[in-house]
């Protein structure tokens, strides 16, 4: 069992449509979790970060955090075209500043 | 204007050449690291520097060596030993505190031929 995992897509999504990204993680003491989103050729750039329970929200973007279920999601409302990326989950493992990194699933919003 | 620089964004080298890359940064973070991304893969840990004149390996070390020197700058040398050098190179560090939140320079993409 991979640590972190993702579904690798494609996840195909119309313009302003809500996107629903997913990622499971095995290390059940995790205390941090983060969403990057990656473009083509760039860097990965961080958009979210989720520590408790609950849902985050910050503009288009909501983190849901479930850690019974070892479950962390993304939602991306209203989804634009640029929004087109592969978007990385990221754990950090219990007693170390290391993040552990899914695969990534790539999202294509379509206009 | 604060983060991380990368230089070259580009490099091209011969196989059996060391090659440096470098990673600075103005963020005052005490915690820098680097990671390898291959097409279709997620990102693995090298080498990773806590504090000045420390360091640890990471899950793909192999092939590769750190400095630590300075608090923003950690260079990575990419030596003839590494196997499937072509890559694309990402440095980071970790903003400190309860958040972690980590930070990714914009990467060099390194070409062994």
């Known amino acids: 069992q991979k640590e972190v995992e993702q579904n690798s897509g494609p996840l195909s999504v119309p313009e302003g449509a809500i996107a629903s990204l997913n990622c499971t993680y095995s290390d059940r003491g995790s205390q941090s979790f983060f969403w990057y989103r990656q473009y083509s050729g760039k860097s990965p750039e961080l958009i979210m970060s989720i520590y408790s329970n609950g849902d985050k929200e910050d503009g288009r973007f909501t983190a849901q955090l479930n850690k019974a279920s070892q479950y962390v999601s993304l939602l991306i409302r209203d989804s634009q075209p640029s929004d087109s990326a592969t978007y990385l989950c990221?754990?950090?493992?219990?007693?170390?500043?290391?993040?552990?990194f899914g695969t990534g699933t790539r999202l294509l919003v379509s206009p | 204007d604060g983060g991380i620089t990368q230089s070259p964004k580009y490099l091209f080298r011969k196989e059996g050449q060391n090659v440096t890359l470098s990673c600075e940064q103005n963020l005052n973070h005490d915690a820098m690291y680097w990671y390898r991304q291959d097409p279709g893969q997620g990102l693995r840990l090298i080498y990773y520097s806590q504090i000045v004149n420390d360091f640890q390996k990471g899950d793909i070390a192999e092939g590769y060596s750190v400095s630590r020197e300075k608090k923003e700058s950690f260079p990575l040398t990419v030596t003839s030993a590494q196997k499937n050098p072509t890559a694309f190179y990402l440095c980071?560090?970790?903003?400190?505190?309860?958040?972690?939140?980590?930070?990714f320079g914009p990467g060099t993409r390194l070409t062994v031929t």
């Open positions: 990221a754990v950090r493992n219990t007693g170390f500043q290391k993040l552990v």
């Open positions: 980071a560090s970790i903003q400190p505190g309860p958040s972690y939140e980590q930070y």
